[in-house]
């Protein structure tokens, strides 16, 4: 390795800058930047996310070169303060903190107060004069070091962490309530019963030299980086597992030598709404982790101005600035020594879906940034966030009158939730996948818990603040929060919570209102988002809700930058007419099939099914021919002059009749025919792999009179509507074509239909027939196809399937490992594998195009609605992407921003 | 359409020659190379195939260019024969004839007569100086155009021929007990009676202008294209349904004037041996059509040199000047009119597959071609009927000593064949799918039999020589054939034959020896064909068989040219040892489910498979490892210094357990676990789609102890063999990769396995790890996964289902269907479908030696053993291809006619 393994920072300059953090990690870009903008930060330096992979790849050994550099920059540090590391007169205390590219809070681990040993303690005391803050910062530091680097911890959810048993032991031995009572002998004692006790369990010394110390926190940091917590984060959030951490190491400073020292955490605009305001949380006489672990309830920021008017005001100016010029609502840390401010970190805030739309439009409006910039800044799921539903306020207020109300806390993650209470993160887990609803109650939330939070509907907290674990996670997650609510009395042991009286015990239900804050007992009734009730519901005025308003101009932006069309997946009128409200610009997907099943429609299905001739057949589908028409009327009504793309019949004949012994026997009596018949008919049709069997066009192909029904209905429908004035658009899509020939002979009865209808009703209208592209033979003879075909429709499901030779009903004994083993980085149903897939999709575009160079190419496949694989379809080249209607809007974003490169 | 449509032959020169066969179907082209060689050719013309695409085209109608050039070629054949075309005094009679670009005998329609009319017909009977020809000319005439051009014919297979109704009555009325017994006048009568049913059936006047024949006649040729017997026998030939026929209209020549007239068929080598012989057989005053019909029984050809001995020998000079100018044997069809001889047609003879390579190798021994030419003319499955199994000839010896001896006939199809006796097609097709072996006994058969004939196991008929419809296709189809056994008494009616006062009756079995001609009672034990004899059971010497002599030299040939090494899929040491005799190089694919399952092994692998911790599993593959280990030493020690190649374990776990309850209670007991257990993990088990589920490298990656343990068995075994001198070279795959990380996390299990071994048992030896590629992804992906990979075999199977979307198992419903429709000319489960698998392939190689130029590459699915898939394995680069061991020869041969281009 010859690049630059350390980057210093300090005195007004750095090495590095903002825009290093690939290299230096988001927090030690970050520092450089703050430095070199003016903003006091204690000097350290950053040792490169390069040498975090060096080090994993060299089995946890370091180059000589990184062991000059990171002495050099230590000199440099030790020259900046005029101190010594290791030094028993003046010593030099450092932190030792990760960084990784993308903000993982909390996920890996920090060493405070590095430097201390028996010889340095001394000058600690020498330079404090506080004999009792230095044993303090001592023993935390002896204790965090023993954890973190040593691995000495409770092993197990029932052990006792063997730090706390000695501690509380001496507590008890000193007669103290509080740890506070503790005086410096305690202290001092503890520390040295703590290094006997890491010798015992780890098997090894606690490193009495500094320096040794340094490298061993070095290396600890780095192998936190593949820890438990920080790779089931990582998947949670999509970030590659091979990109490594930053470390870095900075001059301590201490924010708990006294009530005129204290350490905060702000964001330069409330997160969870948005507002621009100065929003933050501080604790007196305490360390940064105190804040961020939310063991202690933090104070509101504002409460700063009346102990300490100066820094308060000094603390504004830093957000302000910080504010402009990073033009992004930024989540920074500070620790007040002795009425000095220092700046420890500064990063983009986590925010809720509402206040990422908010900051993103009103930055618009300050000229602060670009539409396009705002556009960049809002994530696409986010605005899933808008569109949850909201509590009948009406109700809630009968129910909270009715005494109903538990609590009332921090309203840390906006929505409405109710659910059952668990305490645990594993039960949560499990009644999730038990189909369940649960609210996950703890005391406190840890970085352990994020499982379980994933899969709660909301989480409820009785201590921290909103820069607490749990705020910050539920925040970024989406989920809906109420924090710190103090007066919940929550026993694990027990299973309940005692509030007011009250108890609530293990899986009784309670609703959460994350934008006011309260705990209501029960479960509340949920009304449509607020931008539902003012598009679709119509009883809410656009002007009425800022969230609309915010919603709304986002969208516009959108929609004046993005290339790709948005359809919609619909087969109902209803669904539809939902999704043009939402944008969609057309039907990307009608199935035909869910149409079979309504009423006593499955009857005639069921009896063309059970023809053995093609009049039989026949006799059946013309019963069914007047209720596709209806079908397809209600449809092309609902889309108006809108593109309708109706699939014919896709999934295989046995899927309409039923399977076990019982049912068959009593359909066959509803027929009037032998059991017998009818079973052998189910097990006739019965497959090894239906996915790869007798459906698709094969279907038409083998009774092409059913195709000639769908595209009689198709057509008839369209004659009847264009009547009344719609300009109506039907696009027959023949679905599984693997060979030209099949398109060919299906497009056939489908032109002789429309061309009958014509005739009969003397209504002339537009149609296309297209084809889904869903096998890799489709893809691979697109130029074939092509010549059969008027428009192309991925069918990515199926050519995930396919491509993949991995059945999504069977995967899940195996996907789930491989996309933790990341062999695919991520779930390919859920988003385009683009290497796999992806190419032949690419090959499919540039085939049909060499045959007809303006060949409208969709995409119908679930990943239509992804924002990824929306990016990937605008990269080769597509004309639209179709999801169903509640991810539309989402599509809309994904496609500007896609637009935007 | 602007191409020339007619070509001219006569008088010595033709416009076409023998390389038009494309252009002017196999019979104009060689009758115009004839007429240039200067034999008797009668003269005439023929209309392209591209007439008969744009008939299809045009459905039905001609162009007036073509009306023009007919009636011009007219007017030459007319000058040439002196004669006129529907001239009262001196009528010009016309045949009209299909020829397809490849000889389809007997399966379309032809005309003779042609020209005749109540006019015309004076003009015939004055030139011929013979009435009662004359109007039996005539009636045929009539009765033949009336069913193939007005399509009068029986309705069903119990409807009575019309004609035959009215002839049979004629008899009656006559007194006649044969046809040639009755007067011109009733002939003359039969013709107006004919014309009257024919107008009242067929709603039409028989035409009587011939130039109104005449194109009725073309129509009908060119329709006779797409009738029933033309399509299923283009299935079972593989010829294109889009080739179309040419149609040769020709001037008529009679051998049916009397005594000293005659028609007959030769062949220029004998086509059931092989053997340079003047080979066929002749009636006397008799038309063509008798003779290949198989009406009456022809005879000897070297009988007519008594006959008319100037005849004969000028047609012996025929034959060698034919076999001589197109260096292949010929079969030959001529008439003899009044003592001079015609020559109707020449094309190359289909011929057994013994006589195929007979004549193949001597014709390079007679310096007529190169080795080359000889391999290209040997069909590779054709060295399938060389494989054949024989009589056992103690066994037939005592039958027939004992009376078993039921007739004898024509040898016509070489071989040994035992089966039920069927009288129909319909019943051999029927019987034959129920799993039963049948031998088809017709008096004669016509092309309506052929589905039939393939059907069964052999073919024995009552009438008809070896040139009849029965010994031809027959012959073609590599059946066993006896033919003309006149002594049998065969009654549809009764279901029976009655022979030497014994009754056999259908289902009753019998055995024909096709290269004998003889049929015996009962079913006769056989034997391995004499190449097994002689290669791998060494009870034959070499040199005591010609037929091994004839194999043996083309296979050294093939050996000599061949670019592409042919190994063998086996999994046991005795189906690799006679792989290797087979001229096997190497074990392409070694399945190792297969060894799952014998013996007490099922017991070690439930028990894996229910196991739900790592260690159990391994305990229960330590139990299989010793086991595995002996496979692998008795597979190296067949194998040699050949490459094997072991595929990890790839099916399904839930194929390893019982389905039903019965069996999983019982296996439950055995095991000693609850019913309910086991039960609970069968269904667990169970996929949607198995195919596309839970196996594979999946198995290996979810459960890694399974490849470790195979791994370990692979080079415990090599290392084994290795010291007791065997120079073994072990290739492990892994299967069903899609992503190079499968392989990557697999491989380095195998290459520990390997190191592991080596340090226990101190020996050294070479491996390769690859991988099967048979997932469109793998393909796609080639580049990356060959990083990771050794070598690659393609897993055609797999792949054409996935890239078909198409599960082998469920494609009966629709496959079928699809390759009558043309959707896809030939099965692709069968030969690889180029476009999509092919094109994949393609990718594969191309991506994959990107990476590694040199990377070993073959194919190990079925289609390793079909030849025109080896061919585009050869085309695309592949290094091998792997069959079934009985396939080897014919890869063998496939291999060496692909590198010969």
Same mark, same amino acid.
């Given at each position: ?66 062991? $000059? ?57 020498? /330079? ?10 001592? =023993? ?44 410096? /002998? ?14 015992? =369990? #780890? ?169 396009? $910039? ?18 009948? @306020? ?13 609590? %009332? ?144 101009? @986002? ?54 099914? @059970? ?107 369209? #004659?009847?509507?264009? /009547? ?23 497009? $056939? ?8 209808? /014509? ?8 149609? @296309? ?65 683009? %290497? ?25 496949? $679930? ?39």
């Amino acid at each position: 390795m010859t690049n630059k393994l350390v980057y210093f920072f300090g005195g007004g300059k750095a090495d590095g800058n903002a825009k290093m953090k690939e290299l230096l990690g988001g927090k030690g870009a970050n520092l450089a930047e703050m430095t070199n903008i003016g903003l006091p930060v204690p000097p350290g330096f950053t040792i490169t996310t390069e040498v975090c992979t060096e080090y994993f790849q060299n089995r946890g050994k370091y180059s000589p070169e990184l062991e $000059e550099e990171v002495s050099e920059a230590l000199k440099r540090v030790e020259e900046l303060m005029n101190a010594k590391f290791g030094d028993a007169e003046n010593p030099l205390l450092m932190s030792v903190r990760s960084g990784a590219r993308s903000s993982m809070p909390g996920m890996m681990d920090t060493i405070l107060n590095l430097g201390l040993n028996d010889d340095t303690i001394q000058g600690l005391i020498a /330079k404090t004069d506080d004999e009792r803050f230095a044993y303090d910062a001592y =023993r935390r530091f002896v204790q965090m070091y023993g954890d973190v680097v040593m691995g000495v911890r409770p092993e197990g959810v029932d052990d006792i962490d063997p730090f706390e048993e000695i501690f509380d032991k001496k507590k008890k031995a000193y007669g103290a309530k509080y740890d506070v009572e503790l005086p410096a /002998k305690a202290l001092k004692e503890l520390v040295s019963e703590y290094k006997t006790m890491i010798a015992e =369990r #780890a098997g090894q010394k606690f490193p009495e030299k500094p320096i040794d110390q340094l490298w061993g926190a070095i290396g600890a940091v780095f192998s936190s980086w593949n820890n438990d917590r920080a790779i089931a984060y990582r998947e949670l959030n999509n970030i590659p597992g091979d990109w490594g951490t930053a470390v870095n190491v900075q001059t301590m400073v201490f924010g708990n030598m006294g009530e005129d020292c204290g350490t905060g955490v702000g964001f330069t605009r409330n997160p969870a709404t948005g507002e621009n305001e100065f929003y933050g949380e501080y604790l007196l006489n305490a360390q940064g982790e105190d804040v961020v672990a939310g063991i202690r309830t933090p104070r509101p920021i504002m409460e700063l101005e009346k102990d300490m008017p100066e820094v308060f005001n000094e603390l504004n100016d830093v957000r302000k600035t910080l504010d402009k010029h990073y033009r992004e609502m930024q989540d920074f840390e500070f620790t007040i020594q002795k009425r000095k401010l220092y700046m420890l970190q500064t990063r983009a805030g986590k925010r809720t879906g509402f206040a990422s739309i908010r900051i993103a439009v009103e930055m618009v409006r300050e000229g602060l940034i670009s539409k396009e $910039e705002a556009l960049r800044r809002v994530e696409p799921e986010q605005l899933n966030q808008l569109l949850r539903p909201v509590f009948n @306020l009406k109700e809630k207020k009968r129910r909270m009158d009715e005494g109903g109300l538990l609590a %009332e806390g921090l309203n840390a993650g906006p929505g409405a939730a109710s659910g059952q209470v668990v305490f645990n993160a594993p039960d949560a887990v499990k009644w999730a996948k038990d189909g369940k609803k649960v609210i996950l109650v703890r005391i406190e939330t840890s970085p352990e818990d994020i499982r379980g939070m994933n899969a709660a509907e909301g989480i409820l907290t009785a201590r921290g603040g909103m820069t607490s674990h749990a705020a910050l996670v539920a925040r970024q997650m989406g989920k809906v929060c109420v924090a710190g609510c103090g007066t919940l009395d929550i026993s694990y042991a027990k299973r309940q919570i005692a509030v007011k009286g009250k108890i609530i015990k293990e899986g009784d239900w309670i609703s959460l209102d994350g934008t006011e804050g309260q705990v209501i007992e029960g479960a509340l009734v949920t009304l449509p988002s607020e931008v539902e009730q003012v598009l679709i519901h119509k009883i809410l005025k656009p002007e009425d809700s800022p969230v609309f308003g915010l919603f709304n101009e @986002l969208m516009t932006w959108a929609d004046a930058v993005r290339r790709l069309k948005v359809r919609t997946n619909a087969d109902q009128p209803d669904q539809a007419s939902v999704a043009v409200l939402f944008g969609a610009e057309g039907i990307g997907l009608c199935r035909t099939e869910h149409m079979f099943f309504g009423g006593n429609r499955i009857d005639a299905v069921r009896e063309m099914i @059970l023809s053995d001739t093609k009049e039989g057949r026949e006799k059946a589908l013309a019963k069914l021919l007047p209720m596709q028409k209806e079908d397809f009327i209600g449809i092309f009504q609902a889309m108006g002059h809108r593109p309708v793309t109706i699939r014919t019949l896709d999934p295989p004949l046995h899927e309409f009749l039923p399977h076990d012994d019982e049912q068959i026997a009593e359909l066959a009596k509803d027929m009037v025919i032998s059991f017998d018949k009818l079973k052998a008919k189910v097990e006739s049709l019965s497959e090894m792999n239906p996915m790869l069997g007798f459906r698709g066009c094969r279907l038409g192909i083998i009774f092409p009179e059913i195709t000639a029904m769908q595209a009689k209905a198709v057509f008839s429908a369209a #004659a009847e509507v264009k /009547k009344q004035g719609v300009d109506v658009h039907p696009e027959v899509m023949i679905p599984l074509v693997g060979h030209v020939k099949e398109l060919k002979l299906q497009r $056939e009865i489908v032109i002789k239909a429309a061309e009958e209808v /014509k005739k009969e009703t003397g209504v002339d209208f537009d149609y @296309l027939v297209g084809t889904m592209i869903e096998l890799p033979r489709g893809c691979l003879t697109a130029d074939q196809v092509a010549q059969e075909a008027e428009f192309f429709s991925f069918g990515t499901n199926d050519l995930t399937q396919t491509t993949l030779g991995m059945s999504r009903d069977d995967a899940g004994k195996f996907l789930p490992d491989y996309v933790r083993e990341k062999i695919y980085s991520r779930d390919p149903f859920a988003a385009i594998d683009r %290497e796999g897939v992806g190419l032949l999709m690419k090959i499919g575009v540039e085939k049909g195009r060499t045959v007809k160079p303006d060949l409208k190419i969709g995409i119908c496949g $679930e990943h239509g609605g992804e924002p990824s694989s929306v990016e990937f379809c605008h990269q080769i080249g597509l004309d639209y992407v179709s999801c169903s209607p509640y991810r539309v809007p989402v599509a809309r974003l994904a496609a500007a921003k896609a637009a935007l490169g």
